[in-house]
């Protein structure tokens, strides 16, 4: 069975009561909840964190390195700001989805770029949840497509 990690940056433990007209009234443990769920109808097993810190975020990616197939990835507000988790994503060798709730190309300046997206495999954005949900099955067409390789 595949696995992938499902990584959550700075604030998002926060989702349920962080400002609900942007990020939606949906926890993180239920997004968690649903995605584990949904993984094992896809037959993915789906592990998931959070942190606040940055050299914590780095260490699941590098940890991720020895199981993991893939890496959906929320960086938050280090997606405008971390070189360091860029060069972590470019390092580990596995595909990253990066992923975001809101639309971060129709809000301020300065969400609008990405350091991380350069070295990602694809991004989705603005869907709320769901583009977690749909980095999920976009792994898991892409295992299907290496199987029938």
């Known amino acids: 069975m595949k696995e992938i990690l499902v990584l959550h940056g700075p604030n998002l433990n926060l989702l349920g009561s ?3 007209q942007v990020y939606g009234s949906m926890t993180l443990e239920e997004i968690n909840r649903r ?3 949904e993984g094992e109808r896809l ?3 789906v592990r998931c964190f959070q942190s606040n810190a940055e050299g914590a975020l780095i260490d699941q990616l590098h940890e991720a390195r020895g199981w993991a197939a893939g890496v959906i990835f929320n960086p938050g507000g280090y997606t405008h700001t971390s070189v360091a988790l860029r060069d972590a994503v470019a390092a580990i060798g596995i595909p990253v989805i990066e992923v975001h709730l809101s639309n971060v190309e129709a809000r301020e300046e300065f969400r609008q770029r ?3 997206s350069a070295v990602c495999w ?5 869907l ?3 583009s977690y949900w749909l980095a999920l099955h976009a792994f898991a067409l892409r295992f299907q497509e290496d199987e029938m390789r």
């Open 122 to 126: 694809g991004k989705i954005s603005g």
């Open 35 to 37: 995605l584990m769920a």
């Open 43 to 45: 037959g993915i097993k």
């Open 18 to 20: 962080r400002e609900p």
């Open 128 to 130: 709320g949840w769901k």
């Open 114 to 116: 990405s350091l991380i």
